[in-house]
């Protein structure tokens, strides 16, 4: 069972190039997540996926965007990167709530760590 | 808007020896509350969680956390610590039905022999 598996482990790019972030969960969950991770900041939400076809914002949004490409499958694209989105990314999936007020528990891959030169 | 705060950036504590991390939140309704550690290298892996009821609840790896609505606190506890214990902790809370989770800055605990 692995889990939340997120591709690839590490990555350096050049300002200005694109790249995406594959997150792939197989614990049959409704609700994926896009966070970063940034020294002395903790995680940010970057983009929420309640439900296949369904996105929403997050705290940080701004120069990603991203799909939900089937209920497993939730991916992030940076189509212009630049050295202030150097950062760890964590993908996470949870539960849907099961019933009003029962948040579900997120459960998290082992990141992606960016560099952008 | 919810927030949570993380008082200590980092903590040192002897193996064998006792240990509290702090957490207050902000959020004017009930919130739900969560602690999760993050090893080095790794993803975040939940530890606790509190939604109602007890205010005193376990998890794993022999943490328990308490809440406590007057002072807008959840603290992480633990009689013990092994040296395995050494990581970044990070507590998080979201609001009632709602999947959007606020985390806290982190922890980052250090254990010496």
């Known amino acids: 069972n692995a889990g939340v598996t997120q591709t690839p482990k590490f990555q350096v790019l050049k300002t200005g190039q694109s790249m995406t972030l594959q997150c792939a969960q197989d614990?049959?969950?409704?609700?994926m997540y896009w966070y970063r991770q940034d020294p002395g900041m903790g995680l940010r939400l970057i983009y929420y996926?309640?439900?296949?076809?369904?996105?929403d914002k997050g705290e940080v949004p701004n120069g990603y965007n991203v799909s939900r490409l089937n209920k497993r499958e939730f991916s992030l694209r940076l189509e212009s990167a630049a050295p202030s989105q150097t950062s760890v990314y964590f993908c996470?999936?949870?539960?849907?709530?099961?019933?009003?007020?029962?948040?579900?528990?997120?459960?998290f891959g082992d990141g992606t760590r960016l560099s952008i030169l | 808007a919810q927030s949570v705060t993380q008082p200590d950036i980092h903590i040192t504590v002897s193996e064998g020896a006792s240990l509290e991390l702090r957490c207050n939140y902000s959020y004017g309704a009930t919130p739900y509350l969560f602690w999760y550690v993050q090893s080095p290298g790794q993803g975040l892996q939940l530890l606790l969680k509190?939604?109602?009821?007890?205010?005193l609840v376990q998890g794993i790896k022999g943490f328990e956390a308490e809440f406590k609505r007057s002072q807008s606190s959840f603290n992480l506890r633990k009689p013990s610590v092994h040296w395995s214990d050494a990581a970044e902790y990070f507590c998080a809370v979201g609001p009632f039905g709602n999947e959007k989770l606020t985390f806290g800055t982190g922890t980052r605990l250090t254990i010496i022999p």
């Open positions: 614990m049959n969950h409704n609700s």
């Open positions: 509190y939604f109602s009821g007890d205010t």
């Open positions: 996470a999936s949870s539960e849907a709530l099961k019933a009003w007020g029962n948040n579900q528990p997120q459960h």
């Open positions: 996926s309640a439900s296949e076809g369904t996105t």
